[in-house]
């Protein structure tokens, strides 16, 4: 055959789209039992399941795909959720957004993720956009909403009280008196604090409740020890200038409760470079306990929030609120865990072990 012959064509393929029409043709059955049976809707409980069972195969067999939007039309939803994140790629709001997305797929539910990294501009730019895509529910990480909602809101961190949102959020004052009473417990009483960020949702209701706490356990919390973290970075490097400053203050102290793990890995960083040792000198406690906590150098000691377990639930509550499954709740406060690392020590006993007189 020389170059210029043209091989003998054979027969086309033609590849027809797989319906629900399709499905039922081969089950002999009618659409609409097909489509009961795929979508899960009320009317497929008359369904025997051992039909149910032949549709499923069948359909998989066929690779059966529903058609969105024909979807979308005939039962008027989107099954698409908006999903407002300051950041996605910090620790806190990635492990958050893991729980969201395990339990949206698992629902078959699609979800639309933006970000507007502390602008109140584009905050509400990007709801109002969301909005108009035809999202069906609104979850936000680490966001204040200042408006009332306009659809089902779930606020993962949200701490204000706004009619429509159902706020995720940590019981604060547990976490703040687990980990207070475990450095009074080693005999710290000289503490130095790292106040988050004040665009930080979770800020304000930390400290109160830290100065509740100390309050009740005698702990003093001195002014000339307290310092706020500034940068909006989200890696460790969050926390190594203000220790920096807290050193230069030369103000002695014993322990360090940083805002979170980024700020406190970041302050063992900078007490490492003062010629300081963790715990021997200061013992550090963090908060968050993301996935670096444990094998920071020293492994941090840190109030444990269930981030990727509050990303579930946030998930869950507002597809059940969707689907009028349940009402909406002002609030869900999730219980906090603390975990003991290599970051803390007894005072009292490094101080013996130095030859330093505890008299």
């Not at 489509?35 to 549709?55: D, F, G, V, W, Y």
């Not at 039962?75 to 729980?99: K, L, P």
């Not at 010629?275 to 306990?289: A, C, H, K, Q, T």
């Amino acid at each position: 055959m020389t170059p210029t012959q043209k091989k003998k064509a054979g027969p086309r393929r033609e590849n027809k789209k797989v319906t629900l029409k399709t499905v039922a043709q081969r089950l002999g059955l009618a659409a609409g039992t097909v489509s009961a049976t795929l979508n899960n809707s009320p009317a497929a409980r008359s369904i025997p399941e051992h039909t149910k069972q032949r549709i499923l195969a069948a359909a998989q067999e066929l690779n059966y795909r529903p058609d969105f939007f024909a979807r979308t039309l005939r039962m008027r939803r989107t099954f698409t959720i908006g999903v407002i994140a300051e950041e996605i790629g910090d620790a806190y709001g990635s492990q958050v957004i893991s729980g969201i997305e395990k339990y949206l797929t698992a629902q078959n539910y699609f979800f639309l993720t933006v970000v507007h990294r502390h602008d109140p501009k584009q905050l509400q730019k990007y709801s109002q956009v969301l909005v108009e895509r035809g999202v069906e529910g609104i979850i936000t990480v680490d966001t204040d909403m200042l408006e009332e909602a306009s659809l089902p809101t779930v606020a993962v961190a949200g701490h204000r009280s706004v009619p429509g949102v159902t706020n995720i959020v940590l019981d604060h004052h547990r976490a703040a008196q687990l980990a207070l009473e475990h450095l009074k417990s080693l005999g710290h009483d000289e503490i130095a604090f790292l106040q988050g960020q004040t665009f930080s949702s979770d800020s304000e209701d930390r400290w109160n409740a830290i100065t509740e706490v100390a309050a009740q356990l005698n702990i003093r919390i001195r002014p000339e020890l307290t310092l706020r973290i500034e940068s909006a970075a989200s890696s460790p490097e969050v926390g190594f200038p203000v220790t920096k400053e807290l050193l230069a203050r030369k103000q002695h102290f014993t322990a360090l409760f940083a805002y979170n793990d980024n700020s406190a890995i970041g302050a063992i960083w900078a007490l490492k470079e003062a010629g300081l040792r963790v715990p021997e000198d200061i013992s550090v406690v963090g908060f968050d306990d993301i996935p670096i906590a444990s094998f920071a150098n020293p492994a941090l000691t840190t109030v444990r929030q269930p981030l990727v377990r509050m990303g579930e639930i946030a998930a869950q509550t507002l597809v059940s609120q969707i689907e009028e499954r349940a009402e909406s709740v002002s609030q869900i406060a999730i219980e906090p865990e603390f975990v003991i690392r290599d970051s803390t020590a007894n005072v009292v006993l490094e101080r013996q072990r130095a030859g330093v007189s505890v008299a």
